[in-house]
């Protein structure tokens, strides 16, 4: 099995700790080996790169530079830090003068940026072993119903995430199925969750989240599922308000993609921190016997 160098990201490190430890447990059921390295900010993928493109694309090619020297891949636990990073190496790549005037930069610190490694979203390394998450798998989640939501950066831009069609997508709902939970579809899979807006302009990311809240109650779904932090932290925290402004009961538990494979394959909801869970599950994990 590769070893990789564990990209764990800002927000699951320093606001949802409990996502970064199912991941480890899930990795080592699984046989994925990682190991650490000084990285910094991805930065993020919509944030400094709308304002300053040169400074983004030198702190991304910094933390490339790290796992180049040690000849790893890098695997990312975020959505943005795989965007980020991917996207990063994507216009170096394409684009020889950016390449030669970042690298000026990180000459500065004795560092090159050559392309040498890949950077891979850790769903990805699940579908690609699928035969080990499903032969890790003990206690199956019969009857549990979800609803998946893959999140537009793991998607969008196609031309450099190559991961899942972006309109389409099913890398998430195969993995979820091994679980033993059913998939359930609904209308607007693919639409953001509107973290990204709502931090800006919470009225409209509130609307935008109204849509996609409404179609997964509509579904029947017990339970969220997410690869991504923001998103997490969006169905997590932001269900409570969304009630509040349209009068209307949302209260649907979202997991990560780790957490509901830890569950699946033993580990128990201690283990993984789920009561730091701001929407609680109680009535799905004693549903299922947890």
């Not at 059921?29 to 983004?56: H, L, R, Y």
């Not at 500065?108 to 798998?137: M, P, Q, S, W, Y």
């Not at 609904?186 to 989240?209: D, I, K, P, Q, R």
């Not at 699946?264 to 869970?277: C, Q, R, W, Y």
Request: net charge neutral; with cysteine.
């Amino acid at each position: 099995m590769t070893e990789y160098k564990l990209f764990e990201g800002c927000t699951i490190g320093n606001r949802i700790p409990f996502i970064e430890a199912a991941s480890r447990k899930v990795f080592e059921k699984v046989g994925i080996e990682t190991s650490q390295a000084p990285f910094t900010c991805c930065p993020d993928p919509t944030g400094m790169k709308s304002f300053d493109n040169n400074s983004w694309l030198a702190i991304g090619a910094r933390n490339l530079c790290l796992a180049e020297a040690e000849g790893k891949d890098i695997l990312s636990l975020c959505n943005g830090c795989a965007n980020t990073l991917r996207g990063v190496q994507h216009q170096l790549k394409h684009d020889s003068l950016k390449k030669q005037k970042i690298n000026e930069q990180l000459a500065k610190i004795g560092k090159e940026f050559k392309g040498t490694i890949n950077v891979k979203h850790f769903v990805d390394e699940l579908k690609d072993n699928l035969d080990k998450v499903r032969g890790a798998i003990t206690k199956p989640l019969s009857g549990l119903k979800v609803a998946v939501h893959p999140g537009c950066h793991y998607m969008r831009p196609a031309e450099w995430m190559e991961a899942d069609d972006p309109m389409r997508p099913e890398n998430l709902k195969k993995i979820v199925a091994e679980s033993g939970a059913t998939v359930v579809d609904y209308e607007e899979m693919v639409l953001c969750c509107g973290s990204a807006v709502t931090n800006a302009y919470e009225e409209h990311g509130l609307a935008n989240f109204k849509i996609k809240m409404d179609s997964i109650k509509n579904s029947g779904a017990d339970v969220i599922c997410v690869n991504c932090p923001a998103c997490f932290q969006q169905f997590d925290t932001r269900q409570r308000d969304l009630g509040k402004k349209y009068e209307t009961d949302y209260d649907i538990p979202v997991l990560y993609l780790t957490e509901l494979l830890s569950l699946a394959m033993g580990v128990s909801p201690d283990e993984i921190g789920l009561k730091f869970h701001r929407t609680r599950m109680k009535s799905q994990l004693e549903k299922l016997g947890l």
